[in-house]
């Protein structure tokens, strides 16, 4: 079972027919509470001495199923759902925060995340620093006693720089710091942080892990210590957890997950060196083109590209309004990971919830537009994309 290769664990981990009825697909246990057999078992139960459910924000067998998938895809011990990335978000670090620590972050990062960090953290007593992770002295130039968490995405939205996993997570060890990575942009599909010794992993499953654009959700994946924190701690008492319906619809996005990934990064390169090659871009962000400044490590640590682009076109924010707007497949839209090719405006849309000044400090110029690369075929995005262009 377990020297199975990813595409087989995709469709498989976690799932096998229902002993009572054959059914081979994981029902849907839409229900909020278990009956109890006798007291005794309820007691037992909530002491943690039987195994079973209780009442679905403790845990519901649907979840059970997405999370076991999960953590198996990401190659960690245990996993748990949330209903929403921002829930995975809030649940995963203020679980081990208090009040007085420290956090480092990296810039830039999802508007909201940045948005939480920046004016809710303080407001609990954490405070946070900012920085530029594509240069690793960064952190130990900002460790400080008190830092108990180092925090980023690679590649980052919407900038598309990378941080070196390696190098980060040894850097959380010897300062005892926590290190946790949104694996959102990249899926396991094409990066494993904790393979890399970081300690906990989290997506939107909004995106790719969901694939449809029909559900909010998320999900957290780490070893078993730090999952039963985050279920028994944050999750639990906060309440951000996911419905058995939207477990059960990523339960089923995830089998198709490796071929929805390989054919986004396919379409995704050859959308990437046609932009790349149009006299109508100043600059283009994508680690899969050799001109990525970082291009090297995300060869090293990544095993695809993925779909995300950001670009700026010569004329700036006039010209990437024009384009967006007379684009006829690609859809004006936030999100990502869907099957359509989504396009959008980071500093009036996803990332207008940071300030000007600190969107500038993390590279969201005005001009910024960026790509989310769909599973269409890449003829017909890039001849929708030249047709925008021709027009400017
Ligand atoms: N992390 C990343 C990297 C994201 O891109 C998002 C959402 C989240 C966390 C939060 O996930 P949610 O709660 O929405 O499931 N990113 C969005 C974006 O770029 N466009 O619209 C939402």
Redesign the pocket.
Known sequence: MTNWHFNTRAVHKGESPCPLTGALRTPIYQTSTFAFKDVEQGGNLFKGEDKGYIYTRLGNPTQTVLEEKMADLEEGEAACAAA????A?TSATLAFLNKGDHIISSRPL?G??YSLFKDFFPRWGIEVSFVDLANIESIPKNIKENTRMIYF?TPA??TMKLADLAKVAALGKSNNCITVV?N??MTPYFQKPLTYGIDIVLH????YIGGHGDV???IIISNKDYIDEIKKGTLKDLGGVISPFDAWLLIRGLKTLPLRMERINNNAIEVAHFLASSPKIQEIYYPGLAQHPQHQLAKEQMTGFGGMISFELKGGFAAGKKLMNNLKLCTLA???GDAETLI?HPSSM?HSVVCEDDRLLAGISEGLVRLSVGIEDARDIISDLQQGLANL
């Open positions: 929403s990335g921002m829930a978000v999802y909201c995340t995405e939205n919407p949104d959102t942009f939107s499953a909004t995106k909010i959700a998320g936030v999100s990502l959008q996803t």
